[in-house]
């Protein structure tokens, strides 16, 4: 569910914004100074939506328009056949997501809404707050793009600019441009498709590009940060478990979980899925050793079937099991650390038959999905942590590059690599949605500007081109309604 103080205080703001919008509007004194002082700065404001127009912008974006004819030409004709392409692509794409949704909701299926590629995004629900800043600023610089894209296009085709603004609409910012729509009218079919494609176009540059900023960024930061060493710890979270004096603290180098070997932040994510679907590791320990720390405990099963044989309730105790290939599996309550730390990991004692030494394969006695992890970060001791990988993962935070120089911020790549994701998804998304033949959107335009310029020897009566285009955006509209309506429910009501 949305948090009720996320309600309350959008309502309140937006109330509180119209009410006064109404007051001075209403007020005989005020109305006309008002008016005015909107009318000055470009400002309009409605029930959950407030705009900001310009015409500061219009001498850059005719120099944009102007620039390099040719090469404009080709640019918007590539990003024309693209954004024709994307109409179709985008119509699969949701009733795929439809299916998946649908196909989750009707099974129950606990799997995670990851698997779909459209989601929808709520501020406190399914998106951190912590990333609030970076998804508004990704969204409003994808939208700016997006409309760059339709200006510059305008222009270069001969219509009219009339200004460039900003909205935002309930906590989501955007953009637009206001064009002279008796231009648009005039020109050719092909030539409003080179202006409606535009946007959808630079959506789809504006993520490759930052696809490819991502993917440069080691060898762009190389002269201040070096990568391949391990993961850098940038923050653990106050309750994670892998917060103490025996555990993880920022600037920590984690170069490896349990035999899994970590270089990045990739590999980190790796060694702890592997970790969480194979059964738990052992570790080798002398058989003299063994039964010197070993000592007498009642053995006992769990309610998940687990055996546990410590009953000192120790935070340092822990049950293992052991077999010496003659009885049934043995259990000794063990101290964890003196036991298996500077151990070698094992599966069978066949992986401890090394120097001569009778040594045995001692495993960890846990209970299900629980499991004993020892995270290596020299200098320091190896960090033993006991619970359910994914607590790792989802409480503390790394990087895989690590500063050159102490004054280096550990937390700049980390900036740049989660703002190019969001560059990309956000980027992408908006793309997707607006060449979705849909009332409203992009897609609109474009369908009809696509009909007219190829079905207009096929059907020769307006009228019926037009009927068709509309059947169509009504099929568009209702799919894209039912995708966000679900996503919603699926985000907010489960």
Avoid at 63 to 68: A, E, P, S
Avoid at 278 to 300: D, E, H
Wanted: hydrophobic content about 45%; some cysteine.
């Amino acid at each position: 569910m949305i948090p009720i103080p996320v309600v309350v205080c959008v309502l309140g703001g937006w109330c509180a914004i119209y009410l006064a919008d109404t007051l001075l509007k209403s007020s005989s004194s005020l109305k006309a100074s008002y008016e005015d002082w909107l009318l000055t700065y470009g400002l309009s404001v409605s029930p959950f939506h407030m705009r900001w127009q310009t015409a500061l912008f219009n001498r850059q974006f005719y120099n944009w328009g102007r620039w390099k004819p040719r090469f404009l030409y080709l640019w918007f004709s590539i990003g024309m056949v693209f954004g024709i392409v994307a109409m179709f692509g985008s119509v699969i794409l949701l009733g795929k997501t439809l299916m998946q949704t649908l196909t989750q909701m009707l099974t129950e299926a606990p799997k995670a809404q990851n698997d779909r590629m459209l989601q929808v995004v709520v501020p406190g629900v399914n998106l951190p707050v912590s990333q609030l800043a970076y998804f508004f600023s990704a969204i409003l610089i994808s939208g700016v793009i997006h409309e760059v894209g339709h200006g510059v296009a305008a222009i270069r085709e001969q219509v009219r600019f009339n200004g460039f603004g900003i909205f935002i609409f309930i906590v989501y910012p955007g953009a637009f441009v206001d064009l002279f729509t008796t231009h648009l009218q005039l020109i050719s079919p092909v030539q409003q498709l080179r202006i409606f494609c535009a946007g959808v176009w630079h959506n789809f540059v504006l993520g490759v590009a930052s696809l490819i900023v991502l993917f440069l960024l080691p060898a762009i930061l190389f002269p201040f940060y070096y990568t391949g060493v391990g993961a850098l710890v940038t923050e653990v979270t106050e309750d994670s478990p892998a917060n103490g004096p025996r555990g993880l603290f920022v600037g920590d180098l984690v170069t490896s979980l349990q035999d899994c070997p970590v270089y990045s932040v990739e590999d980190w994510n790796y060694c702890l899925g592997d970790i969480t679907e194979k059964s738990q590791i052992g570790y080798c320990i002398n058989a003299a050793t063994l039964q010197q720390l070993s000592f007498p405990a009642r053995v006992y099963r769990r309610l998940d079937g687990t055996v546990e044989c410590c009953s000192n309730n120790s935070l340092t105790d822990i049950c293992f099991s052991y077999s010496n290939n003659l009885d049934s599996p043995l259990h000794a309550c063990l101290p964890a650390r003196k036991a298996i730390e500077a151990s070698q990991v094992c599966r069978t004692n066949t992986d401890c038959q090394k120097d001569f030494v009778p040594s045995l394969c001692v495993t960890p006695s846990l209970e299900n999905q629980t499991r004993l992890i020892r995270v290596k970060h020299p200098p320091h001791v190896d960090m033993l942590f006991v619970g359910h990988p994914m607590h790792l993962q989802y409480t503390v935070s790394l990087s895989s590059f690590v500063p050159r120089h102490n004054f280096l911020s550990i937390d700049l790549p980390v900036v740049i690599e989660t703002f190019c994701k969001y560059l990309i998804s956000l980027s992408g998304a908006l793309a997707v949605i607006n060449a979705v033949p849909c009332f409203a959107l992009d897609g609109q335009w474009i369908l009809n500007s696509f009909l007219e310029a190829t079905l207009s020897s096929l059907i020769v009566e307006k009228q019926n081109r037009e009927l068709v285009g509309f059947l169509i955006l009504l099929a568009g509209s209702a799919l894209l309604a039912a995708n966000v309506a679900l996503g919603l429910w699926m985000v907010t009501a489960r």
